[in-house]
């Protein structure tokens, strides 16, 4: 996901046709965004967990 941006990008059916109706692509670009931020939150908060985990269980 984080190599190919352009690829992961998604949305919900009903917001996906809601944006192609229109003409504005930078909506449409903000709302890829957003999905894409919040899919990648708890990825990274799970990550972080880890890494937590895994210098308290080496020291």
Same mark, same amino acid.
């Given at each position: 996901?984080?190599?190919?941006?352009? &690829?992961?990008?998604?949305?919900?059916? *009903?917001?996906?046709? &809601?944006? !192609?109706? !229109?003409?504005?692509?930078? /909506?449409? !670009? =903000?709302?890829?965004? =957003? /999905?894409?931020?919040? *899919?990648? /939150?708890?990825? /990274?908060? &799970? =990550? &972080?967990?880890?890494?937590?985990?895994?210098r308290k269980m080496k020291s």
């Amino acid at each position: 996901m984080f190599l190919l941006p352009l &690829v992961s990008s998604a949305q919900c059916a *009903m917001c996906r046709a &809601v944006l !192609e109706s !229109e003409d504005n692509n930078t /909506i449409a !670009e =903000g709302i890829n965004n =957003g /999905i894409v931020y919040l *899919m990648a /939150i708890p990825y /990274i908060l &799970v =990550g &972080v967990l880890f890494y937590f985990v895994y210098r308290k269980m080496k020291s």
